[in-house]
């Protein structure tokens, strides 16, 4: 199985730190007319919102993450890498067209709809169905990931139809979704360091055998004639 690089860990890693952190920064910045409960993101970076170049940075930023750790992402299936890529993709296009300061907004209702699709399908996709594969890959936890972005994309579209909290929805579900691939990376960085102190071990025992061979035949040749 292909190695994943050391710099995957900080792509995944700062992915969500830098979403979380450009929200918490945007919203500062917007004051006490901004609700994050029942208000989205999307707001934050909206035309004309005080903080929306911070959260429009924010999304640039992740899309960047995506696309470094799909790359970085060897042992993964194609498509779960593709769809990964896709969803960093999906994030450029939610900074480049924004929503508009009133109403919505046919074009960026379609990016973030086509990104957290995305971003809740690639780990089935990326699962790969054999045995001796990192925990992040394998099928079962991949398919439970994939069903709770699912379930929380579900209470997200029905707390934007109550008007009720739809921030605190999308918050849970773009959490998950920007976690999930440093949770996948790191499993496959601690599967490789498994797979070596297990095969550093067997040498060290290879070796130690074989040279107790030798020692014995040594004995045994110099032994005198009886």
Known sequence: ?????????????????????????????EGPSYDPVTQTISVLAAY??????VMTGAFLALGVCHLLTAWGLRPAAPAGRAALAGGG????AV????????????????AVVVGFTLLAVWPVLAAVRRGGVPWGLRLTPSVAVTALMA???????????????AGVAERLVT???STWPLVVVASCLRHAGDLRGRNGVSGESSESGGASGVSDESDETSAPPR
């Open 1 to 29: 199985m292909r190695s994943v690089p050391r710099w995957a860990l900080l792509s995944s890693g700062c992915a969500p730190l830098l979403l979380a952190g450009g929200w918490t920064v945007a919203a500062l910045l």
């Open 95 to 110: 900074a480049l067209i924004p929503a508009p300061s009133s109403g919505g907004s046919l074009k960026h209702g379609a």
């Open 89 to 92: 993709v999906a994030a450029f």
């Open 175 to 177: 959490c998950i979704q």
């Open 48 to 53: 004309g919102a005080e903080g929306s170049w």
């Open 151 to 165: 379930l929380g994309a579900v209470w997200f579209l029905v707390e934007m139809n109550r008007q009720g909290s």
